[in-house]
């Protein structure tokens, strides 16, 4: 049994910041692709960051230069960094993982944290 479970959500006001984590746990021997998805009363989910094990990143257009995610293999935690945070920003932030068993790769969601940014 493999958990993603995210901490690190609240309520902060527009310019402030805020650091997600993304503890993963179980059966695991092996991560590839950790990232953080969010999603907006009303609106599809969007990828926000993603890493790879080798440490490549890519993020969403509207985050580059106020977020940055990273992670610590020997934890198996991802962390997102959200600094200048805007009133837009406002969503569920979900943890994503590519997690392997032992037998091949399989997808993992987190159950979501509300980040909540207030004008």
């Known amino acids: 049994q493999v958990q993603l479970v995210e901490s690190g959500g609240g309520l902060v006001q527009a310019g402030g910041s805020l650091r997600l984590s993304c503890a993963a746990s179980?059966?695991?021997?092996?991560?590839?692709?950790m990232g953080w998805y969010r999603q907006a009363p009303g609106k599809a989910r969007e990828l926000v960051a993603r890493i790879i094990s080798g440490g490549s990143t890519n993020y969403e257009d509207g985050v580059k230069g106020r977020f940055a995610i990273s992670r610590d293999n020997a934890k198996k935690t991802a962390y997102l960094q959200m600094n200048s945070l805007k009133p837009e920003d406002t969503a569920v932030y979900y943890c994503?993982?590519?997690?392997?068993?032992?037998?091949?790769?399989?997808?993992?969601w987190g159950q979501g944290t509300q980040v909540t940014v207030s004008s």
């Open positions: 179980g059966n695991i021997f092996s991560i590839n692709t």
């Open positions: 994503n993982a590519d997690i392997s068993s032992g037998r091949g790769y399989f997808n993992y």
